[in-house]
């Protein structure tokens, strides 16, 4: 069965710098959920979209910003990059706001 | 507020034992789903179980099983026979319905199983 798919899986950024982390939901999927999680800890919530609108916002910072595409997929940009953005990005995707979130592989970013 | 704990940061086993996983989770709603995700050394979340609050009935998957017990607010996955592949660590998760379906996790479990 098809997957939620993260692009790219690896990226390395130096300070200051831009990055923007894609998702591919699995298909017919029309929710998107952003999360994001530092060495050792639990994945926490950044952001989430239903049907192309904003459903939900959590703990983001405002040097980030999201958005989904009519095709359902997903972006998660990343402006001035900080040390502290180093971290494992998930990507999950449902059917519906009531529906299991199912992640996808992660994007590890790394700051330097 | 919601708020899940796993208070046991990391258990060590032998293989084949049995091992249970505590959650403990907090929640002012009527209507709210919880989770167990299980992440290996690759590092992707893997979906294990979801129950709702209005079923507690227990679930066997294998060498897996779930016992839900909203009188004490407890959701606990018990891994009979464990083996290596196991090893990886347990997240137990929450999410309420009035809150958009996001989901807030406990802070894991390491689950270590020795040969």
């Known amino acids: 069965a098809a997957g939620v798919i993260q692009s790219p899986r690896h990226l390395i950024k130096e300070k200051r710098e831009t990055a923007t982390l894609k998702c591919y939901p699995i298909p017919r999927h029309d929710t998107v959920y952003w999360y994001q999680q530092g060495p050792g800890q639990d994945p926490q919530f950044l952001i989430s979209f239903y049907e192309k609108m904003q459903s939900d916002k959590g703990s983001i910072p405002d040097r980030f910003s999201a958005q989904q595409f009519s095709d359902y997929h997903s972006e998660l940009n990343m402006s001035s990059l900080e040390l502290g953005d180093s971290a494992l990005y998930f990507c999950a995707s449902s059917l519906g706001l009531r529906d299991t979130q199912y992640f996808g592989p992660g994007t590890r970013l790394t700051v330097l | 507020a919601q708020k899940v704990t796993q208070a046991q940061t990391e258990i060590s086993v032998v293989e084949k034992e049995d091992v249970t996983l505590d959650c403990v989770y907090e929640?002012?709603?009527?209507?709210?789903?919880l989770f167990w995700y299980k992440q290996p050394p690759s590092g992707e979340l893997v979906f294990l179980i979801r129950r709702n609050s209005f079923d507690e009935q227990n679930e066997i998957s294998g060498r897996y099983s779930w016992n839900f017990q909203k009188s004490t607010s407890s959701f606990n996955f018990t891994i009979t026979a464990s083996q290596v592949v196991d090893s990886a660590v347990y997240f137990c998760?929450?999410?309420?319905?009035?809150?958009?379906?996001?989901?807030?996790f406990g802070a894991g479990t390491i689950l270590r199983v020795k040969s």
């Open positions: 929640t002012r709603d009527t209507t709210y789903y």
């Open positions: 998760a929450l999410s309420e319905v009035r809150y958009g379906n996001k989901l807030v």
